[in-house]
């Protein structure tokens, strides 16, 4: 016999064949135990300990293996965890989070970037390999919940190490259902049960608990400044990926049409949640007005006097801090919550603003773009600068003036500096290089990637091995 549920999944699934709606989140995970993810940081801690001490002796061929099938169920399930995501933050969209995890998938470095380096004379051979720390303790982001998870944990795999998460609180579901697919495609691999683990409902006290465990050798940390000045304090070697707030500086002499459509493709990305997304733009006032123009034939939606103040107020709390219900949402839900109607094609809300809104100097992470017009290249690259606080995170800038190219990115000094096209081409979206969702500017480690949760050893051969 059918029962009732049975025929309500079938009707669910005709109809969502028939609007073409993407499968739903599974459901099933919720109430299945998930793999790696303990009820408290004591025993996540100690079944990574135990896990560990089995994979020191694991080949790097099969740590290989193990990111191979990680990969490949990343790649899978990237649709699944976009829903999640969504549904779970609020943030974000459906889409770009399905291709931020594709990305990971293909493009974060496995163990073949782990370089020995050797010197060989006279006196024998010295080598330097890169080993693993042991085991790691990682926080992440609301953001990037899964993909950050999964990035971190093919890097700190390939690199030998076991890792504990304490993923964000606002996005635990789908960060633990990530920590349970790493385990999954392990176990599929040959590896060991608990390689990666976490805790079912993270807090401040579960993470002090893993930064203070003698067993963590190595920190990283991807959020805002709260957790890198945290992290930084805690007397263990860290890795900080902190907030940003890129500028974009557009010069004369530029396709105003391609940089428009580049800026807001960027800058919509995910609803603007990547740290690396154009948040404020400094054109010159040669081509300000065309390129507000251009923005707006390409879903840009231009708000002035009176709406934005109203905007400020609604996404500021009337200037009292960030409102997090507008973090990560749609420019035309923004919108609306203040009274307007969007056009059907708006993706970005367009404002003219001075160099000293907040829109400019705080990261919003929403698609609303202040455009600030500029008297010269000077000017542009001195208010870049102060926008972006020191951050040494991401900038942008449109411009054939390979000497203003220049000048700006000795100026900005950041980690990333995206060259004529949209932000996301600096974690190798659709450009060259690889990824990673874990940018260390303040402790220097740049994109991060297997190489940086390695430490480096020294083995010397005297006067012996140097075959030549
Ligand atoms: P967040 O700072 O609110 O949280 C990040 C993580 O840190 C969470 O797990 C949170 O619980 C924890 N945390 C916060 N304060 C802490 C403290 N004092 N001690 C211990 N843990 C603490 O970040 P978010 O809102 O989820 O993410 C957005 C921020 O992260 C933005 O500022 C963005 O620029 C930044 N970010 C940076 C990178 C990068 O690679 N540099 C990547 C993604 C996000």
């Known amino acids: 016999m059918v029962d009732e549920k049975s025929i309500q999944a079938v009707v669910e699934q005709v109809i969502r064949s028939m609007t073409g709606e993407a499968p739903k989140a599974a459901p099933a995970t919720q109430a299945k135990k998930l793999r790696g993810v303990f009820d408290t940081m004591e025993e996540a801690l100690s079944a990574v300990e135990k896990a560990y001490a089995e994979f020191r002796s694991y080949t790097r061929e099969q740590r290989e293996a193990m990111i191979g099938k990680i990969r490949i169920l990343c790649r899978a399930e990237a649709e699944t965890m976009a829903h999640m995501g969504v ?206 123009h251009e923005m707006l034939q390409q879903g840009g939606f231009l708000i002035e006097g009176e709406a934005i103040d109203k905007l400020y107020k609604l996404v500021t709390n009337e200037g009292k801090g960030l409102n997090r219900k507008c973090v990560g949402r749609h420019a035309k839900e923004l919108l609306q919550m203040i009274g307007i109607t969007p056009k059907e094609d708006t993706r970005c809300i367009i404002c003219q603003t001075d160099a000293h809104h907040p829109f400019v100097q705080e990261e919003l992470m929403m698609p609303i773009l202040p455009v600030v017009s500029v008297p010269d290249f000077d000017t542009a690259v001195a208010l870049a600068v102060e926008a972006e606080h020191g951050n040494r995170h991401t900038a942008h800038i449109h411009s054939k003036n390979v000497d203003h190219i220049t000048q700006y990115a000795r100026a900005m000094g950041t980690t990333i500096l995206v060259k004529n096209a949209p932000s996301y081409c600096g974690i190798g979206f659709n450009a060259e290089g690889y990824t990673t969702f874990t940018i260390a500017g303040p402790t220097g480690e740049g994109l991060t990637s297997a190489r940086s949760f390695t430490r480096a050893r020294r083995c010397v051969m005297v006067d012996a091995l140097n075959i030549v």
């Open 87 to 292: 549904s779970e933050t609020g943030m974000g969209n459906v889409y770009h989070k399905t291709l931020k995890h594709r990305l990971v998938a293909d493009k974060t470095p496995g163990t073949e970037d782990l370089a020995t380096t050797a010197w060989s004379g006279d006196h024998g051979l010295t080598l330097v390999e890169m080993a693993p720390h042991g085991i790691i303790g990682a926080i992440t982001p609301s953001t990037n919940p899964s993909e950050t998870v999964i990035c971190n944990s093919i890097g700190m795999i390939a690199a030998g190490n076991g890792v504990v998460f304490n993923p964000h609180p606002n996005a635990k579901n789908v960060s633990n259902y990530a920590v349970d697919l790493v385990n999954r495609a392990i176990l599929e691999a040959g590896g060991p049960e608990n390689l990666v683990c976490s805790v079912k409902e993270p807090t401040m006290e579960s993470s002090n608990t893993m930064m203070k465990s003698p067993l963590v050798k190595l920190l990283v940390a991807t959020g805002g400044p709260g957790v890198v000045k945290a992290l930084l304090s805690s007397g263990k070697k860290a890795i900080g990926a902190g907030a940003g707030n890129p500028p974009v500086v557009v010069d004369e002499g530029v396709d105003v049409k391609k940089v428009a459509g580049d800026i807001i493709d960027g800058c919509t990305f995910d609803n603007n949640l990547p740290c690396i997304a154009e948040k404020e733009v400094f054109a010159l006032s040669s081509v300000a007005d065309d390129l507000v």
